[in-house]
């Protein structure tokens, strides 16, 4: 195999009280990447569609991961990217991160996989570094895994896949804004109270507790955020009411899809998830803000070759 | 059935990265009560063996947890309890509690079961108030359901209980040495650093996953509490020194019991464990302190007949 075409699915980051360490994979959103195994040595990124980003290997996010798997394998050959762009950045379900593990997820697959898909995360993460500053795994290591992940600590990365409950569907709404990631983190207090933090993570708990026991009620009553959703939502217009629309035509939960701006809500089952996007889509009208929705099974799968 | 016999074990709560919300329940350590049936009406205290300890029923943390099951059963009858402590007060390892949950336990059996164990840890909770001033369901929770538990919230009370992985095993040290709950409560602060707050987050998720997964490594690597530990280890003598010999013997981690003084560490095995108690007692007979330890393994039944 010499070439291999890959699709690069859109994931939610800081999943509600999930904040910085809960992820998903969605299904039907993602990117498309096409990898060459070529015989000059390094990193190329010979074409890109549907977005106006960076050519050049180290500014790109893509190529910074893949410069990272391409220097820990130290092939005999090199790799050319053409990187065919779906997730619109700045929408905030990990645009940079799918072109980021898109690029080491194909370039083990035509070295034939010397890496497990959890070392992948680690090499996607520089690549994602370039866009959001840090090294961080929120959006890359469900893109790779698949599921729900959960991102314990970093030193060393020591992230879990939880499989997806089968029924859970995603539904995204994307208003048409910019909010900047300066802002998103300005508005955060790096101080919280003692109390909020323990219903932060009784909620979390209940979270992974009910994504294990595959108990739809409990991760419902555990999406509760309170802590960092009250100070972001404000960059969001009509972040509530679309909330309770959505929660009104029975979701699970709703909340900020990683820095925002999109708006999330996770239901059981499709029929129910296909309410819920009409009714968060009749309430965003009025906001006369175009924008777009998704409904997306969970992904178990994550990151694979079409 | 006019009479029974209960065992009411002992527990731990505030379970290193889960404080305030997981708690663990203990097989061989724990107090006996005897509850029976009478005609007359209301609830009475008859005997109390081992502690000094309160006859007048709306004074006893038993007393108040049965007449809190009673007014809500109403039943056509009266109740005379029993308590023979073999938990020290003051332990750290749910002293209190185990009395609370043995009387709501005890009466509901006699009364044909009318209530579930995830509603007798309400009742227990009324108990449980008048020793720690608030209601808090961290040790009431294990001892009325077993295994390890998750307090997602308390409006309504949302209590989750994890089954143990067979292999773990609790050790416990209890200096004998007295910590005031005012002193270990005012030692925290209120405010924290939302970066401790997502490293500790970070950890249940991981120890919850850990023991859904039976990952055990997975449940040691968890088992860091940045928040509270930190602090409140400077009331308890030779923690540092007892706890790194606790990891050094092979403990998957280990951390202060309750509000301590006792010190628990979790083990997988019961060779392990032993191993681990030795080093501990080694350790802490440097002290001078009096010690008492107890090797148990997680008790998954909770409060039984006998």
């Known amino acids: ?11 939610i980051a800081n999943l509600n009280c999930g904040f910085d360490v809960m992820g998903l994979c969605l299904e039907g959103i993602g990117d498309e990447m096409i990898i060459r195994k070529v015989a000059d040595k390094g990193i190329r990124i010979t074409k890109i569609t549907g977005a106006d980003l960076p050519l050049e290997t180290d500014k790109n996010v893509a190529g910074v991961a893949a410069l990272a798997i391409f220097n820990a394998a130290k092939p005999d050959c090199g790799f050319e990217i053409e990187i065919h762009k779906k997730i619109k ?3 905030g379900i990990g645009s940079s991160s799918a072109s980021a593990a898109g690029a080491v997820f194909g370039i ?9 898909r959890h070392e992948l995360v680690d090499f996607a993460m520089k690549g994602e570094a370039i866009a959001s500053g840090s090294e961080h795994a929120d959006n890359v290591a469900p ?5 729900f992940t959960l991102v314990r ?24 804004i910019e909010v900047k990631t300066s802002d998103s983190r300005a508005i955060l ?37 309170v802590i960092i959703e009250p100070l972001r939502k404000k960059l969001i217009p009509n972040f509530d009411e679309v909330k309770n629309s959505a929660l009104n035509a029975g979701a699970l939960g ?15 089952g499709q029929a129910i998830a296909e309410k819920v996007a009409f009714a968060m889509s009749s309430n ?23």
């Open 108 to 116: 083990n697959e035509l070295l034939g996989k010397p890496f497990t």
């Open 254 to 268: 709703a909340g900020i899809s990683g820095a925002g701006p999109s708006i999330f809500a996770l239901c059981k």
């Open 189 to 225: 207090s790096p101080i919280i109270a003692l109390k909020d933090a323990i219903t932060q993570w009784g909620n979390l708990g209940g979270l992974i507790a009910g994504l294990y026991s595959k108990d739809y009620e409990l991760i419902g009553r555990s999406l509760q955020d």
């Open 143 to 147: 893109c790779i895994l698949g599921g």
């Open 153 to 176: 600590g970093y030193n060393p990365l020591d992230v879990i896949k939880i499989e997806s409950p089968s029924e859970i569907y995603a539904v995204v709404l994307h208003p048409h």
């Open 284 to 306: 965003y009208l009025d906001t006369g803000i175009p924008f777009d929705m998704h409904v997306s099974r969970v992904n178990d799968e994550g990151v694979k070759k079409i």
């Open 1 to 11: 195999m010499t070439e291999i075409k890959i699709f690069c699915p859109a994931t």
């Open 89 to 91: 950045a700045g929408s």
